[in-house]
């Protein structure tokens, strides 16, 4: 079994967001990353999956400049067996679409029988690139997993759906699958895996992409206001002031 997982470098929870003095994209040398947190359950998946069966191979793959290595030594370090590194620049905003073809054209050659990704970045949040990639290698396709069976060629996946309800389906490998938070318990770096990560096979890839992020034209951080107003008039005329509120400004009619 050889599954391949997606793993991100995102700002943490805690760190600071500075805009540069364009304002065309945030400050990237003043932000504490580490890796997204729904691909740690990813990752943590293809392990237990490997480890199950006695035999395999985890392969952590990810984009962007040389500082996301450091996601990529933990993995290494969790008990990923090697990586793939696709180096490029990836300040500012890069749409799913042209994510996954990065990505497609890096792993085409590789076969992998599983594909994981995390549900969605912490960073942008757009959800899509698993789904995408897997339609590029022509992989069956499955989203907001919270559990997984492996057997027979196949790969069962119950997946969350509105109001509580869920729903198992039976996917054909190789497949790709987006893990959604929870679902396992990601395992901790040992010292023994951390002195081994630097042992592993860690390959460099470059794409050929002349410029794949979207233009912006500025960002910058939202400021918070408060305003009292004071509703005056009769009973009626304050419910009328206040259903005009709830529809025209709030949106909430």
Known sequence: MKIAVLVKQVPGADSQLPIQSNQNWV???????????????????????????????????????????????EALAKGADRAIHIQMDTEGVIDPLVTASIFAHALKEENFDLIFTGLQSDDLGMGQTGIILGEMLGMATASLAMATELGDGKIKVKRELEAGWFQWVSLTLPASVSIQSGLNTPRYPSLKGIMGAKR??????????????????????????KQTVLIEGSADQIVEKLVEIFRNEIKVL
């Open 200 to 225: 592993k096979e860690l390959k460099v890839v470059t794409p050929n992409v002349v410029d794949a992020t979207q233009s912006l034209e500025k960002v910058y951080l939202p400021k918070s206001e």
């Open 27 to 73: 400050d990237e040398g003043a932000v504490a990353f580490i890796m997204n947190e729904s691909d740690n359950y990813a990752l943590e998946e293809a392990l237990q999956i490997r480890e199950s069966m006695g035999e395999g191979e985890v392969v952590a793959v990810s984009l962007g400049p040389d500082r996301i290595q450091k996601v990529i030594r």
